[in-house]
């Protein structure tokens, strides 16, 4: 994303990108929502990890799949909500750069010269 915001502004002859709140905007919304995003799926591995190893004394497991589904739910939903962020920032990302392309001036390239084969 950062190779973006770079190279944008340049390809259409412009200093900078249209804004940069929204290229902050962006950061943190990204940010939040992957550590959200990884922090739940974390905790939920584990979770339903130790659900499966658990055993009875007869040798069976101790919780059904519905009952480990059932404990797991909560942090997909919150994994839900941290891809919701991490997709608002992308969307703020395609605004700032269609508003940066939309400001771009018409610009001659100059084409070097290729040399003739001998």
């Given at each position: 994303?950062?190779s973006?915001?770079?190279?944008?502004p340049?390809?259409?002859g412009q200093?900078?990108?249209?804004?940069k709140k929204?290229?902050?905007l962006?950061f943190?919304l990204?940010t939040?929502g992957?550590?959200?995003y990884i922090?739940?799926m974390?905790?939920?591995?584990?979770?339903?990890?130790?659900?499966?190893?658990a055993m009875?004394?007869?040798g069976?497991?101790t919780?059904?799949?519905?009952e480990?589904?059932k404990?797991?739910?909560p942090f997909?939903?919150?994994?839900?909500f941290?891809g919701?962020l991490?997709l608002?920032?992308?969307?703020?990302?395609?605004?700032n750069?269609?508003?940066?392309?939309?400001?771009?001036q018409?610009v001659?390239?100059k084409?070097?010269?290729?040399?003739?084969?001998a």
């Amino acid at each position: 994303m950062g190779s973006i915001y770079y190279l944008v502004p340049r390809l259409y002859g412009q200093a900078q990108m249209y804004s940069k709140k929204a290229i902050e905007l962006h950061f943190w919304l990204a940010t939040i929502g992957v550590v959200l995003y990884i922090t739940a799926m974390w905790i939920s591995g584990v979770t339903e990890g130790l659900m499966w190893r658990a055993m009875n004394d007869d040798g069976t497991l101790t919780y059904t799949f519905v009952e480990a589904v059932k404990a797991t739910h909560p942090f997909y939903i919150i994994r839900m909500f941290g891809g919701m962020l991490y997709l608002s920032g992308m969307l703020i990302m395609l605004w700032n750069v269609l508003k940066t392309a939309a400001m771009g001036q018409h610009v001659r390239a100059k084409i070097p010269a290729t040399l003739a084969h001998a």
